[in-house]
């Protein structure tokens, strides 16, 4: 991934972080977006040895066209989009509001959508791109009382497949990474620590995504890898 331009969405989160620092190793020139001032100056203080002159840092609201295309075209080349961007919500489905259920799918998969949208015509111009999205274990196994996130997830892997259809020959590959319960702060607190030793470390989960993004990953594409740890 050396001197690769690499847009990497929800960079700035838990396993976001886990994936910057793995992109940073292999060399890869890094843009981040982020939605708010304190979200940046919350992993500029937890990551003060990332801040180096491989990483740029834009502002932009990922749910809205105008500033994902704004985003992406702000880049010199887009040879790898690594989107992590998402968020998680139970409630029974007849308690579940309309609100809740409009928002995880924006979330989860209209972010894809248009990331993709406008990612995909920058890389054919160089005939080269790498395109890695998140699924979920639960999108291929279900439970209950997650059937708005389970429906995004599971479009999200549906939808990253059908890219693989749209760019074969392109030299453009897309993939996902299917992850059981990651060990993050996030998750952590909201989850709590029981049985953690079981969760999958977000460094494993970055180091296969950094692999699907690079050069050796050319005859990969429209795959579901698992990585669920030992639970």
């Not at 050396?2 to 969405?9: D, G, S």
């Not at 990483?55 to 790898?80: H, S, T, W, Y």
């Not at 074969?168 to 993050?184: E, F, L, M, Q, R």
């Not at 690079?214 to 890898?225: K, N, R, W």
Request: aromatic share 6%; hydrophobic share 40%.
């Amino acid at each position: 991934m050396q001197n690769k331009h690499v847009l990497i969405c929800g960079g700035t989160g838990g396993l976001g972080t886990a994936v910057t620092r793995a992109a940073l190793r292999e060399r890869a020139l890094i843009t981040i977006p982020y939605i708010t001032d304190a979200n940046l100056e919350q992993f500029r203080k937890d990551n003060p040895n990332e801040m180096n002159s491989q990483i740029r840092f834009v502002k932009a609201d990922l749910m809205k066209e105008n500033e994902v295309q704004k985003l992406v075209n702000g880049m010199p080349r887009i040879d790898v989009l690594i989107q992590l961007v998402g968020g998680f919500a139970m409630g029974d489905t007849s308690h579940f509001s309309l609100k809740d259920w409009e928002w995880q799918i924006s979330l989860n998969l209209t972010t894809t959508f248009l990331l993709c949208k406008h990612s995909l015509p920058r890389m054919r111009e160089h005939n080269y791109g790498r395109i890695i999205t998140i699924g979920s274990r639960v999108a291929i196994a279900p439970a209950g009382k997650m059937g708005a996130y389970i429906a995004a997830k599971s479009a999200v892997l549906a939808f990253t497949k059908s890219l693989a259809e749209e760019t074969k020959g392109t030299g453009i590959t897309a993939n996902s990474v299917v992850p059981g319960t990651i060990d993050t702060q996030a998750n952590r607190k909201t989850m709590g620590t029981s049985g953690i030793d079981k969760w999958v470390k977000p460094e494993s989960v970055a180091e296969l995504i950094c692999f699907l993004a690079s050069e050796q990953a050319a005859e990969i594409s429209g795959a579901d890898i698992p990585i669920y740890g030992d639970s």
